[in-house]
């Protein structure tokens, strides 16, 4: 879904910085061998996930949903010079995928993959966050937000998206969809915590920016 004017779109992504020659290359190959190629997060979100990284300067990032690693390396942009990307995903099939294309960046030595279920494996990862990407099963989002927030660093940043879930959102929803009810619950809860500052930021599919307090 277009959520604004496909002429518009296409005027914000011919001004917007272009994404490096590897994630072009990891962004053509997705296309062309993954199924689902639309879950990437694209080049003009990427750089928007590159510039809010490198704000933020993180020591430590979590992903929650790795897909071909796109957005990690993206994130992995504004890392510091001792910091650590630790990236979960479930789908076994895109693990060696993911590895070439981290080993063929510059940031191979500062990403860790996690393979498995994340809701068992971030209680296990001994780190607090800077900033934190969950891109993952919409039913669990707001599972993910209870595991994270307590591992959050003051000042940190949570990045939620497809928080408008192709507009299903504002629509009545059926009683079988479990996937827009979970994103409702998960907007509602974001926008109530006093524990975060949150905004809903209308890009692509929607990109929630909540700061931990």
């Known amino acids: 879904m277009h959520f ?57 990032i979590l992903e929650i ?35 070439k294309y981290f080993e063929a960046s510059e940031y191979n030595s500062q990403i860790k993959q996690y ?4 809701i068992e494996i971030i209680p296990n990862i001994d ?25 959050m660093n003051q000042g940190g940043v949570i990045l939620s998206d497809n928080v408008l879930w192709s507009g299903k959102v504002i629509m009545d929803v059926k009683d079988d969809d479990e996937s827009t009810r979970a994103v409702l619950e998960y907007n509602k809860m974001l926008a109530e915590d006093k524990r975060i500052e949150t905004v809903i930021l209308p890009i692509r599919d929607g990109l929630t920016l909540s700061r931990v307090k």
């Open 115 to 118: 393979l498995g279920d994340a």
């Open 4 to 60: 604004l004017p496909e002429n518009i779109d296409e005027y914000i992504v011919e001004h917007s910085q272009k994404e490096p020659e590897l994630l072009y290359q990891l962004n053509r190959e997705t296309h062309q061998k993954i199924l689902q190629p639309r879950m990437l997060s694209g080049p003009y979100q990427g750089r928007v996930l590159s510039l809010l990284s490198k704000m933020k300067a993180p020591n430590s």
């Open 65 to 99: 949903g790795t897909y071909t690693g796109y957005s990690a390396l993206c994130l992995a942009e504004g890392l510091a010079d001792n910091g650590m990307l630790h990236t979960i995903d479930v789908n076994e099939e895109l693990y060696d995928f993911q590895k």
């Open 127 to 151: 780190s607090k966050f800077d900033l934190v990407f969950i891109d993952a099963d919409k039913p669990n989002y707001p599972k993910y937000f209870e595991l994270i927030i307590n591992k």
